[in-house]
């Protein structure tokens, strides 16, 4: 027996200490819900771990962007289903001013509704916001340009291919009515003739690629008559960009036209002729069929981020669960373990007390 060194208490003591610490960092990682609390838990671990939470937070703002974007779709729709429903309501006045049996007093009392109805339409158009952004004034479409004055890029589809050297070509005139007429419409793209369609409505001119894109040019009625050449800057900028992913690029571009009376065709609309109530008949035909394009585009968008949120739901998923793999607890291991080294401690702390009163029993040799 040894009164100086007690090996047995320095052992029991030793064990005991590891024991209490294995304890504390159980203790810690059942608290946390977390099996990596420190680095020095499991260092590659920890920095995979960091990596996989920042990408899930990506994920979920983007997942909440993408939703956003439904929202501000769904805005633009409902406004745009408000306009239509307003044109057909004109396309019927001017349906019905066209009849025989109207009266001048009549087409003028049907012309004042016309002239309020279009108010209204430039009101929606001016009004409809989204967190303060306009959405039908033009701010959010593709903007092109031309170099020469009186040429002006209307729209142009977001697959409309971009980054090309395109001029435009056409015969400008005025006819007896004061009213811009456009024919021998040509497009050239790097300096080859196009093979898409093209379509002339008076000032307008739709080209159509072999793709199924569109580009549409108008000509002011501030062009001299006679020959127009013109180049197109078409660059795929504008609308409104909706970041749906964790990374650079990793977003998709809301196109929204500009909703005016120019645009569809309503400019100067007239029903207080019989002739007058007949083109405005042809006017509000072409102003339902462009509002019809708008809302079948928007229609689009919006399978389309309804897709993109199912995605990011499922890839959030996925990557929580690997993150879960590799940092969340497995609480009923723990426990298994923590009860484990309850007993450990306490018989070490049994242990260590016993070893202790060794050199007590040493002092009944000197008696």
Do not use: C
Request: negative net charge.
């Amino acid at each position: 027996m040894k009164v100086n060194s007690n090996i047995q208490a320095m052992v029991a003591g030793g064990v005991l200490r590891g024991n209490e610490a294995r304890q504390a960092e159980s203790t810690r990682k059942m608290s946390s819900g977390y099996k990596l609390n420190k680095a020095k838990d499991n260092p590659a671990g920890m920095a995979i771990s960091n990596r996989m939470r920042a990408q899930i937070q990506s994920l979920n703002r983007a997942n909440q962007n993408a939703t956003n974007a439904v929202n501000v779709i769904e805005t633009a729709e409902g406004a745009l289903g408000e306009i239509q429903d307003i044109v057909q309501r004109m396309s019927e006045l001017s349906i019905k001013a066209a009849n025989g049996t109207m009266t001048s007093e009549d087409r003028e009392a049907i012309q004042s509704e016309m002239k309020q109805l279009t108010s209204e339409i430039q009101r929606i158009a001016r009004d409809t916001e989204y967190n303060g952004q306009s959405l039908l004034n033009g701010d959010q479409k593709l903007k092109g340009y031309a170099d020469t004055l009186g040429v002006e890029v209307i729209d142009y589809d977001p697959d409309f291919p971009t980054g090309k050297e395109y001029k435009i070509s056409f015969d400008k005139s005025t006819d007896a009515d004061g009213n811009t007429v456009v024919t021998n419409a040509m497009l050239q793209v790097d300096g080859v003739d196009t093979t898409g369609r093209i379509d002339i409505v008076d000032d307008r001119i739709t080209i159509t690629n072999a793709d199924g894109s569109k580009i549409t040019v108008k000509a002011d009625s501030s062009l001299p008559d006679g020959a127009v050449e013109s180049n197109l800057e078409i660059n795929g900028v504008g609308g409104m960009k909706i970041q749906v992913g964790s990374a650079e690029g990793q977003e998709i571009n809301i196109v929204i036209p500009e909703i005016s009376l120019d645009n569809l065709s309503l400019t100067g609309i007239d029903v207080r002729t019989e002739e007058g109530a007949e083109k405005a008949i042809e006017q509000t035909k072409a102003a339902l069929a462009f509002i019809s394009a708008a809302r079948s585009r928007l229609g689009a968008y919006e399978n389309r981020f309804e897709n993109t949120i199912s995605n990011l739901d499922v890839a959030e998923e996925n990557l929580t669960q690997s993150f879960s793999t590799i940092k969340d607890v497995d609480m009923a291991e723990e426990m298994v373990e923590y009860t484990t080294l309850q007993v450990l401690v306490q018989a070490g702390t049994s242990m260590l007390s016993q070893a202790n009163e060794q050199p007590q029993q040493a002092l009944q040799l000197l008696q």
